[in-house]
């Protein structure tokens, strides 16, 4: 998520140090620093589709997904904007420092300037921090729904408000990697670093406090949250309430719920070997010149950049009506086909008339379910004209 080191002769991105650069300031002004960790084409070819891959499903997949939730009324719910705010993080952080990071891992070299440098290593940390704290709150709201029903739910407003916490707490925890970047020329090489005040702790420090507070705090909230739902959902029954509406309501929480839990677990997964990667470099610093810890680098790097790419895959598979977006947006490719199923997936819970002082609501958890209530709607409003004829016939 961000650079490390305070010395330029230690290469901030994982890589063995140059140690040759610090030695005198006259051999560091009068030679071209060679690049030791320049790698054959063929390897950088082989990252280079890696890293692109990551770029494009990530933006293109969560910008869908902005899309669906804000083209579709009947998407605007606080789960999904919570997942709206997911979305946008994930794409900002895979735009704007997927790639740049490749760039800067595989070559050594820094090309773009001190103020995107500054950039480059803020705004990961503030854009995990806006990912992980999303899906939390999202826990504790699905907490709240399903094992406190009765108790008031977020509000539209509320849940804008919660979510301009969670980014303003994102920048301060990372205003310190902002502050303190700067870029250093050597000939023939520039670098970007974190020029902490004291070298030799603040960096594994601060690591050490982004990794409790952007990974394991958070996950054990989520972890404890879902472990209560799981044990509500599917280890216990209403006793007495074998209605079919029940078991629908059941099922959909069930689904939501285990989309949520898989979300999660991808994030924890996609993101332990970065931050084990810094804390063993930070706890023992020989590793720092192991022949192939570029690569090592560079594999844990593309893991946890290519998070921001598997949401919206998730999505897809597992929500109906995500899926239904998705059909809509390649619904011109010959192998998707968009089914009235789907059309009606998207649409807003409608109200028709059953008579003219009653109102039957139709809202689709599924076209079984769709059926039925047509069917009961309309056997209510025969049964309420049989009845007002047989009370002017009495």
């Known amino acids: 998520m961000h650079s490390g080191g305070a010395d330029p002769s230690e290469n901030p991105r994982g890589m063995t140090p140059e140690r040759d650069v610090s030695n005198t300031t006259t051999s560091a002004t009068t030679r071209v620093l060679p690049n030791q960790f320049a790698q054959p084409a063929w390897r950088i070819a082989l990252w280079s589709v890696a890293y692109i891959t990551v770029l494009a499903v990530a933006v293109f997949g969560n910008l869908i997904v902005i899309w669906i939730i804000l083209a579709h009324k009947r998407m605007r719910t606080v789960t999904n904007y919570f997942l709206l705010n997911l979305a946008f993080s994930d794409a900002s952080m895979a735009a704007f420092n997927t790639l740049i990071n490749f760039i ?100 594994f420090m601060y690591h050490i406090i982004v990794c409790v507070l952007v990974y394991v705090l958070p996950l054990a909230v989520m972890g404890i949250a879902y472990t209560i739902i799981g044990v509500s959902l599917w280890g216990s029954e209403i006793p007495g309430d074998s209605s079919e509406n029940y078991h629908a309501q059941l099922l959909a929480k069930r689904k939501v719920v285990k989309m949520m839990i898989i979300v999660v677990v991808t994030f924890a997964l996609c993101w332990l070997p970065y931050h084990v990667y810094f804390i063993g470099t930070g706890l023992n610093k020989s590793l720092m010149k192991w022949k192939y810890i570029q690569q090592v680098y560079l594999t844990v790097l593309w893991l946890a950049m290519s998070s921001t790419m598997y949401n919206p895959i998730i999505y897809c598979c597992l929500n109906s ?38 109102m039957c609501t139709l809202s689709r958890v599924d076209t079984s379910i769709l059926s039925k209530n047509k069917s009961v709607c309309s056997r209510g409003t025969r049964s309420k004209a049989n009845a007002e004829l047989s009370n002017k016939d009495s």
């Open 104 to 203: 800067y891992a595989a070559h050594g070299d820094w090309y773009f300037g001190e103020v995107y440098c500054r950039f480059h290593n803020f705004f990961p940390v503030t854009a995990v921090f806006a990912s992980i704290y999303s899906m939390a709150a999202i826990a504790l709201d699905r907490y709240m729904a399903i094992i406190h029903p009765l108790k008031p739910r977020l509000s539209a407003k509320a849940t804008l408000g919660v979510i301009f916490c969670i980014w303003t707490l994102a920048v301060v925890l990372a205003f310190p990697l902002c502050y303190f970047s700067t870029t250093r020329t050597l000939p023939g090489r520039t670098f970007c670093y974190v020029a902490w005040p004291r070298t030799a702790d603040d960096p």
């Open 321 to 358: 009506r995500f899926r239904a977006g998705f059909k809509r947006v390649f619904r011109c490719c010959p192998f998707v086909r968009m089914s009235s199923y789907d059309e009606l997936e998207l649409r807003s819970t409608r109200l028709r008339a059953c008579h003219q002082s009653s």
